[in-house]
């Protein structure tokens, strides 16, 4: 595998682990802040939820009050117009965050629950006619039994409707559970007040006693309420409170003690026994209405500091995911400078070397191998460019060689004497063109053969030993040789006879340059 793989299996294998590390947690911090986004409109949706269960209570009490009352018809009218108009602003606004999240989710119980709630409003629309029809008749058709129990049903509809909506199915904060606990606590003790205020203030508007059965349903209620309100403090109680629900806190417990201890219970022992109220109609409902404002009050403040919740755990989330992006836009960089770094220092030097190396190859020496890093990469450049430098010394050395020899040889092969060189046996392995020319032999005739085939018989036989003595000796003998031609004729050669040593100094050849002599 080559070095250029190898990195690219080793850049895949750390982009992959930097994806398996950094990808989930990634998600995990896109998950919880998807989280908080549903948390944060669930408790939107809770507050607009117990605002429209407000409004339509106090639209609720004002009709039975309207229905039962024997004087100031058009005062309450007024108030009652002004409460209808507050809760179809309410409704609106409940139906803007609902079916949104309706569609989004796709909850069939939710759709469910938000038909039935369009289908009481609806009701309620045909209710509100028929009290509007009340101006010119001398009776109205609908009476307030009916109109407390059709809002009743309408209210019941948007709280089951505002546990589903605001139901975000996630995993939330012990403490944002609490908080959302207590307002749920709040909403049931605004809930029975409103009923209570209904019932009374039709009652007291009559001057009728208070039914059996819907007296133990009133002594039910308010038990639930004084238990709620109880459980709500407590939870509140568990972490310390701002100033500003603590004063919100305060305000509820003086008015509901208040109302508790005193109102309620001269009323409702009167009502008990049929006897006459120590107040009005309108007083109730004014007093009754004074707590259920304080527990709205005191439920907003808790919404407002849920949402405080949401904020920071968003901040937090958000810091998170910022600093992991960080790390791994960090990581990302050190891993590119990296990659850089071992491209410059490693891969481009190895490039260099491997196209030195090819040019080498083919003998292009010429072109120097520049690498400027000091690591090994760096050394072995230097020492490859150390070889190509010698190299090329070497090969101009044997190019100035050649040049030389070249001389040498045309020197050789253009000598207008003979010249012969033997091998250690005395055979012919080259003879130059001028024996050619003084002997008639070819070149391809000679070699391999022996000198002595151009031999006449006339040259005495001490010549002969005297120069194998002196060659033996390792001297150079000179002499003169009458030897005989290709076509028989004589001819009369002046000899100078040399052996030849190789770089150890023994003896490789024998060199004889013949001068012809003959006249």
């Not at 001269?266 to 304080?294: C, K, L, N, Q």
């Not at 439920?299 to 791994?328: C, K, N, P, T, W």
């Not at 005495?460 to 194998?468: F, H, I």
């Not at 001819?491 to 060199?511: K, Q, S």
Request: charged fraction near 25%.
């Amino acid at each position: 595998m080559s070095i250029r793989r190898l990195f690219l299996v080793v850049f895949g294998l750390l982009v992959l682990l930097i994806g398996v590390t950094f990808i989930p947690t990634l998600s995990a911090y896109r998950t919880q802040v998807t989280h908080l986004r549903a948390i944060g409109e669930a408790n939107v949706i809770t507050g607009a939820v117990q605002r429209l269960m407000s409004a339509l209570a106090a639209e609720r009490g004002l009709g039975v009050l309207l229905l039962s009352a024997s004087s100031g018809r058009e005062v309450l009218r007024a108030r009652l117009l002004e409460a209808r108009e507050l809760s179809d602003y309410e409704y609106v606004r409940f139906r803007s965050l609902a079916v949104p999240r309706l569609e989004n989710v796709a909850d069939p119980t939710g759709l469910m629950v938000y038909a039935d709630i369009a289908r009481d409003f609806a009701a309620l629309k045909a209710l509100r006619s028929a009290m509007d029809e009340w101006k010119v008749r001398e009776r109205p058709s609908v009476d307030a039994e009916n109109w407390l129990g059709q809002l009743t049903l309408l209210l019941e509809a948007v709280r089951l409707g505002g546990e589903i909506l605001a139901n975000p199915a996630l995993p939330v904060d012990r403490d944002f559970a609490r908080l959302g606990l207590v307002r749920s606590l709040l909403g049931d003790a605004a809930e029975r007040l409103g009923r209570e205020r209904a019932v009374m203030s039709g009652l007291i508007a009559t001057r009728m006693p208070v039914p059996s059965s819907r007296m133990a349903e009133l002594d039910e209620g308010v038990v639930l309420l004084a238990a709620n309100l109880l459980r709500a403090e407590r939870l509140l109680r568990l972490k310390p409170l701002p100033p500003a629900l603590e004063d919100a806190l305060a305000a509820l417990k003086q008015d509901a003690s208040a109302y508790l201890a005193e109102m309620r219970a001269g009323v409702m022992e009167v009502g008990a026994s049929a006897g006459g109220y120590p107040v009005d109609e309108r007083t109730w409902f004014a007093a009754v209405t004074r707590v259920i404002e304080r527990t709205h009050a005191l439920s907003v403040e808790v919404g407002v500091l849920q949402q405080d919740f949401i904020a920071r755990q968003g901040e937090q989330v958000s810091r998170r995911a910022m600093l992991g992006l960080f790390s791994l836009f960090a990581l990302g960089l050190t891993l590119a400078t990296g990659v850089w770094l071992f491209r410059r220092s490693i891969l481009a030097p190895l490039g260099l070397i491997e196209a030195a190396a090819a040019r080498v190859s083919r003998g292009e020496l010429d072109e120097p191998l520049v690498v400027s890093s000091g690591n090994e990469v760096g050394r072995v450049a230097r020492a490859f460019e150390h070889m190509r430098t010698s190299l090329l010394a070497d090969m101009r050395q044997r190019e100035a060689a050649e040049i030389e020899l070249r001389k040498l040889s045309l020197a050789v092969e253009q000598s207008p004497a003979s010249i012969v060189i033997t091998d250690i046996d005395a055979n012919i392995t080259y003879a130059n063109a001028a024996f050619v020319r003084n002997t008639g032999y070819r070149v391809e005739e000679v070699v391999g053969r022996n000198p002595r085939l151009l031999q006449s018989g006339l040259t005495p036989s001490q010549t002969y030993a005297s120069m194998w003595s002196v060659l033996a000796a390792g001297g150079m003998w000179e002499g003169e040789f009458q030897n005989r031609r290709k076509d028989g004729s004589l001819l009369l050669e002046r000899v100078m006879v040399a052996p030849i040593r190789d770089g150890d100094g023994r003896v490789t050849n024998y060199l004889a340059v013949k001068e012809d002599i003959t006249e």
